[in-house]
């Protein structure tokens, strides 16, 4: 059965961003499991904001999940990234994202590598980036694997990242890994810039997707744009994907009517 998430984010320095609930953890869970989710996913500055028993009282309190937790605000607060030309700043990018894989396997949830991957560029040459980001997933799935969780890695659109941009790629890049615990995310946003034909990218995912941000093509709410979410959807079922569907969308016209707007289409899209 597929679950449905919602984003909550506790990262002030990312305002704008895509992400629905925006007023503390605790009235995100509360909003979250109002609304009938199954889980919220996590956005914080890092894995000592919410002590691991407080989001365990929180989350039983409101009879909710967590699907997921970023590593977004590694990059967001600290400007590190996989990718950065100093070994050192390299190194502390995978020290955050270990610290968010230990934080999100202590509540059985992977983390996240979006905007951390990087990119290629300057005196960086694209194969170098590759292998400094092979390098890490290895290191860190393997990390993510002994805690008993996948490590979820998220091609982007070309305007955020020059590594991965498609599912096919990302399905190419976990192929070529030693650690077998690199799933992908499949972001329906990037996938509606990047993909010839975005249910097609879903069914060619099969195997390898491990989480999903299911929105519409202006990052609004699932139904609130123009894709053909049906078909997307219908190729995400038929792959025998179980787990979750997340809202990481703007709250657009507000919070309130793009997180009920979405979890209306999550009924609809992926009836149980
Ligand atoms: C960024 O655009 C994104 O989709 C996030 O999930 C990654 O941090
Ligand atoms: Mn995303």
Known sequence: MIKTA??????????????????????????????????IELFAPGPDVVPVDTLRELLSKNNIGIAAVGTGAGMVIHQLNLCDPDADRRDKAKRFIESMIRYGAQFGVPAIIGSMQGRWGGDISREQAFEWLRSALNELGE????????LIYEPLNRYETNMCNTVAQGVDLCQSLTSKHVKLLADVFHMGIEEADPAAAMSAGKGFIGHVHFVDSNRSAAGMGHLNLEAIAKALIDTGYDRYV????FPKPDADTAAKNTIEAYKRLFPR
Do not use: H, M
């Open 143 to 150: 990390i993510a694997g002994n805690e008993g969780v996948p």
């Open 6 to 39: 919602i984003t909550v984010s506790l990262v002030e320095q990312a305002r704008g961003g895509p992400f629905v609930l925006w007023d503390g953890v605790e009235k995100g869970c509360q909003t979250a499991a109002s609304l009938g989710y199954d889980a």
């Open 246 to 249: 997340s809202a990481e969308c």
